[in-house]
């Protein structure tokens, strides 16, 4: 089978061994946003409500400091719903109560109040949580390096994960296995599906159905590879 992998241009063929080249370079702040990341899937999970939720109390102390809290409205009967302080229609419905979000507040001031506004540092968080939990026979993501089974499946990460006004950077280049054990086989578009609002329970299930091979509608493929191979520019 043919590979294929987008990279940053690349002048010239290179041999690439995962065991010093892999996604683990990617996520070099991992450990920085650990105790953020911790802090909002437990609360998420524990009081089933929004990541994004959670995510916009920590950013907006960020940006706004001591001036933000004195603007959020009056709790009702002890509790605000999450529409009332971000107006937010898909916060419509949920619930949490003021002595859990002053908990909240103070946790965060304890981990360090820093802007958050790398996602997949979440996803990722979340799926390593789902494979040391169930999935076990599977290496942690941040050993492989990704590649894809076709010149479309490329595109469409480059369409979804590049930055935008940037996509000019991103190089397709054939991938040739030198070596190396058959590559896990996921349905990235299955990270596509879990919405903005999604509670820690909610974006869990879906990751779970990543590492049990489930595919979505519109399934494209992920060749998550170790060993050694070459990439081609084309």
């Known amino acids: 089978m043919t590979f294929y992998k987008v990279v940053y241009p690349l002048p010239s063929e290179v041999t690439i061994d995962t065991a010093i080249v892999n996604y683990s370079q990617t996520l070099c702040d991992k450990d920085n946003h650990e105790p953020l990341l911790d802090l909002i899937t437990r609360y998420s999970n524990e009081l089933d409500l929004p990541l994004d939720f959670l995510f916009s109390i920590n950013n907006n102390l960020a940006w706004k400091g001591d001036e933000y809290l004195p603007t959020l409205p009056r709790s009702i009967d002890g509790q605000f719903e999450l529409f009332a302080i971000t107006e937010n229609e898909n916060h419509r419905g949920y619930f949490i109560k003021e002595s859990y979000l002053i908990s909240f507040v103070e946790s965060l001031i304890e981990v360090g109040i820093e802007v958050f506004d790398e996602g997949y540092y979440l996803w990722e968080y979340i799926c390593e949580m789902v494979r040391t939990t169930k999935h076990t026979d599977k290496p942690s993501r941040a050993e492989f390096f990704f590649l894809f089974g076709n010149l479309e499946d490329c595109q469409y990460y480059i369409d979804q994960r590049s930055i935008p006004g940037a996509t000019s950077v991103a190089q397709i280049v054939s991938v040739e296995i030198i070596d190396g054990v058959p590559p896990f086989k996921g349905d990235m578009s299955l990270w596509d599906l879990i919405p903005n609002n999604a509670t820690f329970r909610q974006a869990a299930s ?29």
């Open 206 to 234: 879906m990751i779970d159905d990543y590492w049990s091979g489930r595919t979505s509608d519109k399934p494209v493929y992920e060749y998550l590879f170790q060993g050694k191979c070459k990439l081609f520019p084309l």
